[in-house]
């Protein structure tokens, strides 16, 4: 008669099970977080939005109306008159001849600084930096003096010297590291193939400098765009732009919601339009030079 053994087999513990757990619980966090921050980022633009298809009763109604028959009468106001045209087409012109003579003049200066080596280079950086750490307000009044003497008050070229404040520190530090990331081989290459500095800059540093040239556009275009002190002092009523323009829908008696929230979403629209053509630039430069096999 045989007797049966039993032998129990145990399998050691890995902890693989709890550290897989962990990290499908750690995502989900990071997605629900995520999740709540775009919710918070975009409810004023969705409220705005909402606002800009409701009639003057709608807005002001208690509890907020969700759901309400949708109206195109304040975008038609909008569009039918120049209180909002103006000051928008002023935006446009002020914003894209300051990105003009940020990149005539920023372009150089960051390929000189990260290049050339002289004494007083890292003075000359910082001070360009200071112009974006200094308050808009410390340096808005001596501005107006000097404009008001030179005859740059209410100009648009006037508008577009006073917007280097915002946009060409920005500029001139983002490229500045970009090219100083590039090794200095590049050129040497070129310069010994008989090209010149200008030549390996417009053929192969441009091409590789894209990506932050690009970021470095829709964050100036941005700033300028949004920015509202330099045109409230600077600006006249011919010259003012979009920021100081929606003033005009705040009456002494009343605020017109409506007009203002459409006119808000509308000037919305060239910030975004901008964005999409920058992404796609920095896309393209990112690609650019890539080896086909």
């Known amino acids: 008669m045989s007797a049966t053994t039993t032998r129990t087999v145990t399998i050691p513990f890995t902890g693989k099970s709890t550290h897989r757990s962990r990290r499908v619980w750690g995502h989900i966090g990071v997605i629900a977080g995520l999740s ?3 919710v918070f980022t ?3 633009i969705v409220w705005i939005l909402m606002m800009s298809f409701k009639t003057p009763d709608q807005i002001v109604s208690n509890p907020p109306l969700f759901f309400f028959a949708p109206t195109f009468q304040n975008y038609i106001e909008v569009f039918s008159g120049p209180a909002f045209l103006q000051p928008f087409v002023n935006s446009i012109i002020v914003t894209l001849g300051s990105l003009v003579v940020t990149l005539v003049i920023g372009l150089p200066t960051a ?6 080596r002289f004494r007083g280079r890292e003075n000359v950086a910082f001070g360009i930096l200071s112009l974006r750490f200094a308050p808009e ?6 501005l107006y003096l000097i404009f008001q003497q030179t005859g740059l008050a209410n100009s648009y070229l006037g508008l577009i010297i006073a917007y280097q404040i915002v946009t060409l520190p920005m500029l001139v530090w983002m490229l500045r590291s970009f090219i100083e ?5 590049l050129e040497e290459a070129v310069a010994v193939d008989g090209g010149t500095r200008w030549t390996a800059f417009r053929h192969v540093l441009f091409r590789l400098i894209a990506p932050g040239l690009g970021a470095s556009l ?3 275009f941005i700033w300028a765009w949004n920015n509202y002190t330099l045109p409230l002092v600077l600006s006249g009523r011919t010259t003012q ?3 100081t323009g929606l003033q005009q829908y705040v009456g002494y008696q009343s605020i017109e919601w409506g007009p203002m929230a459409a006119a808000t979403i509308v000037s919305i629209i060239p910030g975004i339009l901008f964005a999409i053509f920058s992404l796609r630039w920095i896309v393209g430069g990112l690609t650019a030079g890539t080896v086909k096999g």
Not at 181 to 185: A, F, M, N, R
């Open 137 to 142: 307000l410390l340096v808005i009044l001596p």
């Open 181 to 185: 990331d590039l090794p200095g081989e």
């Open 36 to 38: 709540v921050w775009t």
């Open 218 to 220: 829709m964050l100036s």
């Open 42 to 44: 975009l409810a004023p």
């Open 241 to 243: 732009t979009i920021t």
């Open 111 to 116: 390929y000189g600084l990260a290049r050339f």
